[in-house]
């Protein structure tokens, strides 16, 4: 587990293949710093959280699939070229982004610029700060021994 501001990318964690699950814990200000003023709200849920109806979400620099899910609702599948979830959020939600890397680019000139991940999550414009990240090892067996890991 590496808890960061922002999300980082697959190299950054050290991961250079595999799957690395981004998860985000929503609260009213959508984690702005200083700024406790929330967003346009909806309706209230029946435990009293805030809801914020319409939300787009943004995952910007998606490398190279990801797998947006919602307190283990799965929401959406997005690409390279596809960054756009829309869906009702309400605080105290989590947000998990399954990201998979599909291999690198061996030519070119973006062999130096094909980093795998995530760079940016924005839900209404609005940049989310304090992320989890979770190294998960597709090579090796689930260990038998309890370990801290997303709820999905």
Do not use: C
């Not at 587990?1 to 959508?30: I, N, R, S, W």
């Not at 939600?93 to 599909?102: D, R």
């Not at 094909?114 to 414009?125: L, S």
Request: zero cysteines; a negative charge; proline letters at 5%.
């Amino acid at each position: 587990l590496v808890t960061t501001p922002l999300p980082l990318t697959m190299e950054e964690l050290g991961v250079f293949e595999g799957v690395v699950a981004y998860q985000h814990e929503v609260d009213t200000t959508l984690g702005r710093e200083g700024d406790t003023t929330p967003l346009k709200q909806g309706d209230t849920t029946p435990q009293g959280d805030t809801t914020f109806e319409g939300a787009v979400m943004r995952v910007k620099g998606v490398r190279d699939r990801a797998y947006v899910i919602v307190d283990g609702v799965f929401e959406k599948v997005l690409r390279r070229d596809e960054d756009t979830v829309n869906f009702t959020i309400s605080a105290s939600k989590t947000i998990t982004i399954l990201v998979e890397n599909m291999g690198y680019i061996n030519f070119g000139k973006e062999m130096k610029t094909d980093y795998k991940g995530i760079k940016r999550v924005t839900i209404n414009g609005i940049e989310l700060k304090h992320w989890s990240h979770y190294k998960i090892d597709v090579r090796k067996p689930p260990q038998t021994e309890k370990q801290a890991h997303p709820n999905f």
